[in-house]
Structures are given as structure tokens and as C-alpha cells.
């Protein structure tokens, strides 16, 4: 399929200029039995060529801004300057974790799949409210 002929990508409804993202993690565990290699791995894929490798294989973007851009084509390549486009705001995935926790995340779900099922708009954005009232997310500059 041919992006921009077969296929497009639309920005939601009221989310121009803001970008949701997630990220993997590589972890190396405390007493791994072949350190070395596991630094190796993690020094590979925090390399610009290994999160390009990595990422061409996950259709993902990478998290360095110094990635070769050109391995980044049709939709990757628009998703690509937005995540790197100094106006853009970066908000964390909800539902991966990043913006809030698993238990709340499971709570939005349900409210959405109510929501989907009777279309209670009030009921959805009460369920919702709730879920975050007194939520204080991590500081991520710490």
C-alpha cells in the first residue's frame, strides 16, 4: 500500500501540535551472568545506527534527534517531524503506562468501553475526572 494514495494519517480532533508518545526500555539486571554483553547490547542500541536498525524493524521512531532521517519514509517520516518539531507539545501514553499507572489506565478503559456501548458523554467525562482527581504524576524531570 502507497501512503498518501492507499492510506493516510489524520491528526485526532483537538490534538494539532501535540505529540503522544511511549518508549521500550532495555535493562541490563543486577548480577546479570554476562555483563559485558549485555552493556555491549545496550551501548548498540542506544547508538543513532542502532535505533535506526531498531526502529526500521518496528516501524517506531527513534528517540535520538541525531537519527538519519532518510531511513524514515511515507507515514514514519511525517510521525518523524512531528516528535521533533521544537512547537510540538509531547504528552505520555496513557494507555502504555507512561502518563499514569496501570490501575488507572484499566479504569479509563472500562469508562471508555461504557462510553462506546451507550455514548454517555457525561457519565465518560464523570468516570474520567474521577479517575485523575488527586493524581499527581511523576515529575519527568527528575
Given at each position: 500500500?502507497?501512503?498518501?494514495?492507499?492510506?493516510?494519517?489524520?491528526?485526532?480532533?483537538?490534538?494539532?501540535?501535540?505529540?503522544?508518545?511511549?518508549?521500550?526500555?532495555?535493562?541490563?539486571?543486577?548480577?546479570?551472568?554476562?555483563?559485558?554483553?549485555?552493556?555491549?547490547?545496550?551501548?548498540?542500541?542506544?547508538?543513532?545506527d542502532g535505533q535506526?536498525?531498531?526502529?526500521?524493524?518496528?516501524?517506531?521512531l527513534p528517540a535520538?534527534?541525531?537519527?538519519?532521517?532518510?531511513?524514515?519514509?511515507?507515514?514514519?517520516?511525517?510521525?518523524?517531524?512531528?516528535?521533533?518539531?521544537?512547537?510540538?507539545?509531547?504528552?505520555?501514553?496513557?494507555?502504555?503506562?507512561?502518563?499514569?499507572?496501570?490501575?488507572?489506565?484499566?479504569?479509563?478503559?472500562?469508562?471508555?468501553?461504557?462510553?462506546?456501548?451507550d455514548g454517555g458523554?457525561?457519565?465518560?467525562?464523570?468516570?474520567?475526572?474521577?479517575?485523575?482527581?488527586?493524581?499527581?504524576?511523576?515529575?519527568?524531570?527528575?
Amino acid at each position: 500500500m502507497t501512503f498518501k494514495t492507499d492510506y493516510d494519517a489524520v491528526v485526532s480532533p483537538g490534538t494539532s501540535g501535540v505529540f503522544n508518545f511511549l518508549s521500550d526500555a532495555f535493562t541490563l539486571a543486577k548480577g546479570a551472568p554476562h555483563r559485558a554483553a549485555g552493556e555491549k547490547w545496550l551501548a548498540a542500541c542506544a547508538a543513532p545506527d542502532g535505533q535506526d536498525l531498531l526502529s526500521a524493524q518496528k516501524r517506531s521512531l527513534p528517540a535520538r534527534l541525531d537519527s538519519d532521517k532518510s531511513k524514515y519514509t511515507d507515514y514514519l517520516a511525517t510521525a518523524l517531524s512531528a516528535w521533533q518539531d521544537p512547537a510540538t507539545v509531547t504528552v505520555g501514553s496513557a494507555t502504555h503506562g507512561v502518563a499514569v499507572d496501570t490501575t488507572r489506565s484499566a479504569e479509563i478503559d472500562t469508562a471508555l468501553a461504557a462510553f462506546v456501548q451507550d455514548g454517555g458523554v457525561d457519565r465518560f467525562l464523570t468516570s474520567v475526572a474521577a479517575t485523575y482527581a488527586g493524581y499527581q504524576p511523576a515529575d519527568p524531570g527528575k
